[in-house]
């Protein structure tokens, strides 16, 4: 046969297997014999690249690297939902549509916990795939999608066709990539939602491939062009044209039905092989959607039902103590392994003293967990009642877990600390936080080495750090250092010298002085000698420096081991000064912004440092204090807190164009 035609009969017989395997769930041929036709095309591709289609089922593994992601106005927007959380705001939500719609029925479906996506289609080829974005304008993102397999790159009809649905990460897949992130030293993905957004916007697709994704799709953009006039009917055209919709949905005609629905899903959730936070309601009737219509921001005639954080039972086998870089003396329960919301759990911080006493936690209590905000793990209670005489009362140190120096627990505070600042695990932790990211950012000075450097007795103190040049021959050849990576860490320690005094200020690790604590100190005295000759005075002057914060300022400067620590980093050639800014006035000065929500164009500290640099307080609650709350796609409680406390809203677009004018 002709390698040309053989292209092509391979494409289709592959992209046929796919359907069969991934969207019907019912293969037909086996997965070695799949494999094998896919080495033929690739290889008949390779021999042929003007046969190139980016849509072939060989792109979906291969994958292609790029410089960034166009941005794409929607054809319509990309609505977010209204958050309920009980049976009474069901009930409200149907009484509504009752006095609106004839007879309404809903249609119950999943609220998976992923990326909203829109695909296009044109003569039956896939076009473009773009995410939600602010709801307005999104990211193509196409390379990308072309490598989940259940994504057809051809659908049996020649019309117009645009979908919308959620990209997620399986369970497995979740699993399988935090196992390999934790080999490679790198931090695990928080959760599946994460760790989906973050494989969509990988420029090399090749990445986003290797993380197997997968996608649902619940929403038919031009159904009115199909003469479809329900959502349930919009499902089973989708069906029809291969798109993956979950059989997993009811037609419900009243609030009890669909609250009886919401419970029986809410009963299989733990074992479905991907993550759901609620379920959906929406009218039925395609006709009386499009009559009611939407608000600004959110349809009228659908809601989003969010399941209540899962608490689940394990048992505390433990508590162990951690001393961070203040000396503050944390403990933390080990606990039986036990999955919450999409992740294993075997340990969660119980902060102090008086929570152990306060909760009644005892070693060998079965104690009830959950995911505060869907992603930190908190032990929420004892259950005193599944006692069975063997559990023990924790009393709390009095000697430091490391140095064994005596703990002391300061007035007002509730936290014990470890006051010897020879503690091995201060010096450790405190050369951990110079070195981090929002610090001084050696990147290839992380964690894992710090600790090995410093039982190696190369690193004892932050200056050593600076020192560390001196070692060079000594290094080379150890474990995991070849003079490459050795000189690439030599760089990085280097060019860290140029940070300005914000980022060593709050390097130094000064007790009360955040980040932002120290980005104020640094653009209001300008140098180093400026803020250590300052007093008491000028430091409470200072907006949002307390007494607290600026007494633990000047304690730090009085001692005589801190001024030498700044004296050897001074000479070393530390930048000991801060570039004067001129502040921007815009419509954020001195007003107070929340962000929720994953924003597109920025990281949350992106966004943060943003607002700060144009006068803005960066609060991390609503309150009717505050003047803005910011959000971007999967805005959660906090705008919904905003819209009920009359808090102007701003999406990030309107965000944008706000920096912008600036």
Known sequence: MDERKRIEELRELLEKYSLEYYVKDDPSVSDQEYDRLLEELIHLEDKHPEMYDANSPSQRIIGSVLDGFEKVQHTSMMLSLSDIFNLEEIQEFCSRMEELSDHPEFVVECKYDGLAMSLTYENGEFIRAVTRGDGSVGEDVSNNIRTIASIPMHIPTKEHVEVRGEVYMPKESFERLNEIQEKQGKKPFANPRNAAAGSIRQLDSAICASRKLDAYWYYFQNAQDFGILTQE?????????????????????????????????????????????????????????????????????????????????????????????????????????????????????????????????????????????????????????????????????????????????????????????????????????FASRDA?????????KIEQLHEWGYLNSIEDIYFLYQHREALIGKPGYQEKSV????????????????????????????????????????????????SLEELTGLKDIGQITAESILSFFAEEKNQHLINVLQSCGLCMEQTKKEQKVSRFTNKTCVLTGTLEHYTRKEAKAILESLGANVAGSVSKKTDFVIYGSAAGSKLTKAQQLGVATMTEEEFMQEVENA
């Open 487 to 534: 000189d690439k860490l030599l760089e990085q320690i280097e060019a860290s010298k140029k940070n300005e005094l914000g980022l060593l200020l709050f390097a130094l690790g000064i007790r009360q002085v955040g980040k932002k604590a120290a980005m104020i100190l640094a653009d209001h005295f300008l140098s180093m000698d400026a803020l250590m000759q300052a």
């Open 440 to 448: 001084m950012n050696i990147e290839t000075l992380g964690d894992k």
């Open 233 to 433: 009917e919009a499902l089973e055209k989708m069906e029809a044209l291969h798109f993956r919709v979950n059989p997993m949905r009811k037609i419900c005609q009243n609030a009890q039905e669909v609250w009886d629905f919401i419970q029986e899903i809410g009963q299989k959730r733990d074992s479905l092989p991907y993550e759901i936070d609620g379920m959906v309601l929406k009218l039925n009737s395609l006709v009386d959607s499009r009559r009611i219509g939407t608000t600004a921001k959110v349809p009228r005639y659908a809601i989003a039902y969010k399941f209540p954080a899962q608490r689940v039972e394990t048992r505390l086998i433990d508590i162990t103590l951690t001393v961070g870089r203040t000396g503050k003396v944390t403990p933390n329960a080990v606990l039986e392994p036990v999955r919450v919301a999409g992740t294993t759990v075997q340990a969660a911080t119980l902060h102090n003293e008086d929570m152990i006493r306060n909760k009644d936690l005892r070693i060998g209590d079965m104690v009830v967990i959950h995911k505060a905000g869907e992603i930190i793990p908190e032990v929420v209670e004892a259950l005193p009642e599944r006692r069975d005489g063997r559990q023990k009362p924790y009393v709390f140190p009095q000697t430091c877990p490391v140095c064994h120096a005596k703990l002391v627990r300061l007035e007002n505070e509730s936290s014990h600390y470890c006051i010897n600042q020879d503690c091995p695990a201060r010096v450790v932790e405190s050369m951990i936080h």
